[in-house]
């Protein structure tokens, strides 16, 4: 695209993230336009309109894809329409930045990550934690070899009481699954990020439905309809990577922890670890050991638009995608296999 033409761009599916984060992200920048919105929900479709001045809106997404001014567009439906909303977005030749995860199981991760080498547009997932100041600082250190050969991580997104009580987040038809494939791939993916993302070779793991059927259980983000939770609702899995690391993973929607949110993970490497939410590092250096906190790193930065930013200058000046639908296919590829070892009891291969 030339560098002085404003970017036209496509919301699919209204609601919380695109009012939240999408839209405003977009915004706030110069050179980008947010032409349409497309929802069936004519609750969001309103809102859309009326609080952010958006004046085409779509009950069907297909109807905004025909539209010539879009040239990129972000989905950010329920998990199960990634796939769908991708594919066609793509091949109607648009630039897309998918929420995450990228889509409910490999075969529509791959399927999206081909339309898009097919079509030659970008693909990129909504991986935000990545933009945030804190894994951007342990990445630098990381590449530059500050802990050596990073051998064994240890990755936790656990709530306490923490089932959705909105949205499809309870229902393994329309989500793809719970803690695990909402919370757990957004700490699993900086983690493999800070690591120089090692290629999954096997995966042991197991999942637990203990709380999220009952009705005795307290909501802190609100009260879901136990009777149609069929989700995990705790996940725990050990993976391992061809170059011979392993990462512990952790994600749970509710457990008896005191925390009531804890999205963090420790990477050891054979000179130095770290860790992300306390950042820290630690070393040893001339016989006396050091725990290292990064100072004076900026604050209040709204990760997602930095991610949205990132999009944008990708999609004008023709750059890579910092979060790749290929590496957000590993992930889901390392789900997959979760979800199936927990139903198995065996490792599974890949
Ligand atoms: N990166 C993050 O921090 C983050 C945070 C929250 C949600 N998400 C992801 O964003 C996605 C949406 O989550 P949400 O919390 O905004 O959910 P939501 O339920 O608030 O919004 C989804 C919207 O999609 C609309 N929709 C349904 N079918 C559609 C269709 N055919 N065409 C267009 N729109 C359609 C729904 O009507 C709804 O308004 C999920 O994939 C979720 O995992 C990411």
């Known amino acids: 695209m030339a560098q002085d033409t404003i970017l036209g761009v496509g919301i699919i599916g209204g609601g919380g993230i695109a009012q939240g984060v999408h839209i405003p992200g977009y915004q706030k920048l110069s050179n980008v336009k947010v ?3 497309s929802d069936p929900f004519e609750g969001a479709r309103a809102a859309c309109k009326t609080k952010f001045g958006i004046e085409n809106v779509y009950a069907d997404f297909e109807e905004m894809l025909a539209n010539p001014e879009i040239q990129a567009v972000s989905v950010t439906t329920p998990n199960f329409l990634h796939a769908e909303a ?7 030749g648009k630039h897309v930045l998918c929420e995450k995860p990228l889509a409910m199981n490999a075969e529509e991760g791959q399927a999206m990550v081909d339309a898009a080498r097919e079509t030659g547009n970008k693909l990129m997932c909504g991986y935000n934690y990545r933009f945030t ?7 630098k250190f990381a590449e530059a070899g500050e802990f050596g050969d990073m051998y064994f991580a240890r990755t936790i997104a656990m709530r306490r009481r923490g089932i959705p009580g909105w949205g499809m987040f309870i229902s393994k038809e329309k989500n793809g699954g719970g803690p695990l494939i909402d919370i757990g791939v957004h700490m699993l ?3 493999m990020h800070v690591m120089g993302f090692p290629k999954p070779v096997k995966v042991f793991g197991q999942t637990f439905q203990k709380f999220g059927k009952r009705s005795d259980v307290t909501g802190l983000m609100g009260q879901w309809d136990y009777k149609n939770f069929t989700v995990e609702d705790f996940a725990a899995a050990q993976i391992l990577f061809e170059n011979g690391a392993s990462l512990h993973l952790e994600s749970s929607f509710v457990a008896e922890q005191e925390e009531a949110d804890k999205m963090s993970f420790q990477v050891f490497g054979d000179k130095g670890g770290l860790s992300y939410n306390p950042l820290k590092m630690h070393t040893e250096k001339y016989g006396t050991l050091l725990d290292i906190t990064p100072a004076y790193l900026p604050k209040n930065v709204q990760s997602h638009h930095k991610e949205i930013e990132s999009f944008v200058d990708s999609v004008i000046n023709d750059k890579p995608v910092y979060t790749p639908g290929e590496q957000a296919l590993e992930i889901t590829k390392i789900i997959d296999a979760i979800y199936k070892s927990g139903e198995t009891g065996e490792a599974v291969t890949l």
């Open 86 to 92: 991708t594919i066609k977005a793509l091949r109607a």
């Open 133 to 139: 100041p804190e894994v951007q600082t342990l990445k």
């Open 189 to 191: 993916d900086s983690t």
């Open 35 to 37: 032409i349409g919105v």
